[in-house]
């Protein structure tokens, strides 16, 4: 778990910025760093889980120093990309963070669609003054963030944007079916005015003060495209296959890491699979 925030815009101050990182630092206790410069400043709490150097910390440069990006989450199929960017690609660390900045600098905001990983990231381009920012295809990592008179902020957590000054006002609907039915509420909204989050696989761009959010991933559809009828036998050795495929891929770490177990069934079998 690391920590993301930013403001784009006139507000943008480091000094608020160090409020904001504080305000989530529990999310990143190996680092805490921020990047500013004319109305734009990014912040970033790091939890150390890939490439343990300074080298590695972010906000991260693109080599050219075009692009500044902070992330949060895990790019599982790193080591993929990496083979497939180098030839386009000159890398200086052994991050997932790199490689995710080289695969947009590569691909674009195609890049998504290589990517296998839980993710709330936004890359800056300082030659286009654009912000692109994108949240995993089923929303694992967090994304909020508040517009204002033209002014963008977004963090990991809400309580950060508060720290950024953001009055936090109760959105009355969302109470009001959390309460009664358990709901809540639309994948955009949170229990407070004027505080959105990013839905599970969007992006969302900023560019000449024009917000825009797109649809990257669609599971319905993704379904819908690859669904067949298939032998049971072979539907069991694929289902095992992916899981075991999973659990290798997870586990890449340079760090010590644990298994929470809860003793049913589907804990156990992923823990056979973790000591396979």
Known sequence: MCGIAGI???????TTMEHMLEAQSHRGPDAQQLFEEDQVVL?????????????ANQPFHSQDQRYVIVFNGEIYNYLELRK???AHYNFKTQSDTEVLLAAYIHWGDQCLSQCNGMFAFVIWDRERSRLFAARDRFGVKPFYYHLKDGVLYFASEIKTLAAAGIKLSPEESVWASYFVYGSYGMPTQTFYKDVLQLEAGHSLSWEAGKLRIKRWYDFAK???????????????????SLLDESIAMRFRADVPLGFNVSGGLDSSALLTLVNR
Do not use: M
């Not at 784009?8 to 480091?14: E, L, P, Q, V, Y």
């Not at 912040?43 to 080298?55: E, P």
């Not at 298939?230 to 095992?240: A, D, G, H, I, S």
């Open 8 to 14: 784009i815009g006139t507000a943008a101050a480091s």
């Open 43 to 55: 912040g970033h709490n790091r939890l150390s889980i890939i490439d343990l150097t300074k080298a």
């Open 84 to 86: 497939t960017l180098s």
């Open 222 to 240: 993704a379904v819908e495209k690859h669904a067949a009828v298939l032998p049971l036998e072979t539907v069991k050795e694929r289902y095992l």
